[in-house]
C-alpha cells in the first residue's frame, strides 16, 4: 500500500459527459501529479501540482482540466468524454524536492 | 520520448536472480536513473533510484555502469509475485515527471 488513495476505483460512462477523478497523497506530500495509461500510448503524464499550484504539464487535452485543493487532494475533471479516453488513470504524490513518486491504485474508466 | 531502451520482455526461473537490462546512452550528469515495476494493471511501485553508485535495498539492487550509459536492475531471488513489467525511467531535469517508456515484461515461471 502506496498510501496514496483514488476514488472512484471503476467507473463507467457515455461519450460526452463529465467525470471526476478523485486522489488524496500520502500524508505530508505537498506535489500531486496525474498520468493516463492507455493500451497503445502506454503511461503519460498529464499534470502535477505543487501546493494548491499547477507545476508542470504533460500530454493533457483541453477538455482535462484538475487541481489541488488547500487539504492536498486532487482531482482531475474529463470532460466532453471520448472512447478514446477510455483508460487507467493514476495518481502520484512526492514530497518536494523528493525524486520518488508513489502511485495510487488508479480509476479504470470506460467510456461507451 | 523515452530516453531509456529496455527488452521486451525476459522470463526468469522461480528462485534465480533476474538481471534486468536498461540502456540509456543519452542521460545527463545529474539525471538520476529509477526503476518502477507493474504488476497486471496495478499502480507502478516504485523500486530503487540512483546516480552513479550502485544502490542496493531491501526489494532489488540497481548497478550503474561507470560511464552511466547503461545499468541493470537485480531481483536476487525472483519470486512468481515479481512477474511484471519493469520500467526503467531517466527523470527529466528540473522537473518531477517520470517519463515511461514500454519496459520489460518480466515473466517469473516455477
Known amino acids: 500500500d502506496s498510501g496514496v488513495t483514488q476514488t472512484p476505483k471503476h467507473l463507467i460512462t457515455a461519450t460526452g459527459q463529465r467525470v471526476t477523478l478523485r486522489c488524496s497523497p500520502r500524508?505530508?506530500?505537498?506535489?500531486v501529479y496525474w498520468y493516463q495509461q492507455s493500451l497503445d500510448q502506454g503511461l503519460q503524464f498529464l499534470i502535477q501540482?505543487?501546493?494548491?499550484?499547477?507545476?508542470a504539464k504533460g500530454n493533457i487535452l483541453e477538455r482535462f482540466s484538475a487541481q489541488q485543493f488547500p487539504d492536498l487532494h486532487s482531482e482531475l475533471n474529463l470532460s466532453s468524454l471520448e472512447l478514446g479516453d477510455s483508460a487507467l488513470y493514476f495518481c502520484?504524490?512526492?514530497?518536494?524536492?523528493?525524486?520518488?513518486?508513489?502511485f495510487g491504485p488508479g480509476t479504470r474508466l470506460l467510456v461507451l | 520520448d523515452a530516453k531509456t531502451t529496455q527488452p521486451p520482455s525476459m522470463d526468469c526461473a522461480e528462485g534465480r536472480a533476474a538481471n534486468l537490462p536498461c540502456n540509456h546512452s543519452t542521460i545527463s550528469g545529474n539525471e538520476y536513473v529509477y526503476w518502477y515495476r507493474q504488476i497486471h494493471s496495478q499502480g507502478p511501485q516504485y523500486i530503487i533510484h540512483g546516480l552513479k553508485n550502485n544502490e542496493t535495498n531491501e526489494m532489488a539492487s540497481l548497478i550503474i555502469t561507470e560511464d552511466r550509459k547503461s545499468s541493470t536492475l537485480i531481483l536476487p531471488h525472483a519470486t512468481l509475485r515479481d512477474t511484471a513489467v519493469y520500467y526503467c525511467i531517466v527523470r527529466v531535469l528540473n522537473t518531477d515527471k517520470l517519463i515511461f517508456g514500454t519496459g520489460t515484461r518480466l515473466q517469473v515461471f516455477p
Open positions: 501540482y505543487y501546493n494548491g499550484e499547477e507545476r
Open positions: 502520484a504524490s512526492s514530497v518536494w524536492g523528493e525524486e520518488t513518486q508513489y
Open positions: 500524508s505530508g506530500d505537498l506535489s
